[in-house]
């Protein structure tokens, strides 16, 4: 069964930028898209970038400009990088295959995600 591990998140400061990674047991170079999301605190998971094995990453609206991804098919590495943290973006990060809706069939296992606080 494919495992997805995210890491690199911690506790950052306003302003600040990170740099998450998703690694992938399984080959990620067939997948025509993979994706990061987020679940924060009491709400539900969203979705917040795709990351096209071809073209520029799709963030969404309210992350343009903070946000962005890129992959490695040949290590079957996802990153998402955002920069200017704010204190809003503190969620656990999770990355996945990009499809239609969360919960569509076709997801993979999620992984555990990885934890980023932002705070002063």
């Known amino acids: 069964q494919v495992q997805l591990v995210e890491s690199g998140g911690g506790l950052l400061r306003p302003g600040e930028s990170t740099r998450l990674t998703c690694e992938s047991s399984?080959?990620?170079?067939?997948?025509?898209?993979m994706a990061w999301y987020r679940q924060a605190p009491g709400k539900e998971r969203e979705f917040i970038v795709a990351?096209?094995?071809?073209?520029?990453?799709t963030v969404i609206d309210a992350l343009k400009g903070r946000v962005t991804g890129d992959r490695d098919n040949a290590r079957n590495i996802a990153w998402l990088q955002m920069d200017n943290l704010q204190p809003e973006d503190t969620a656990v990060y999770y990355c996945?295959?990009?499809?239609?809706?969360?919960?569509?069939?076709?997801?993979?296992?999620w992984g555990p995600g990885t934890q980023v606080t932002v705070a002063s």
């Open positions: 996945n295959v990009h499809l239609g809706r969360i919960g569509d069939p076709g997801f993979w296992p």
């Open positions: 399984r080959s990620i170079g067939a997948v025509l898209a």
């Open positions: 990351i096209p094995n071809r073209g520029r990453p």
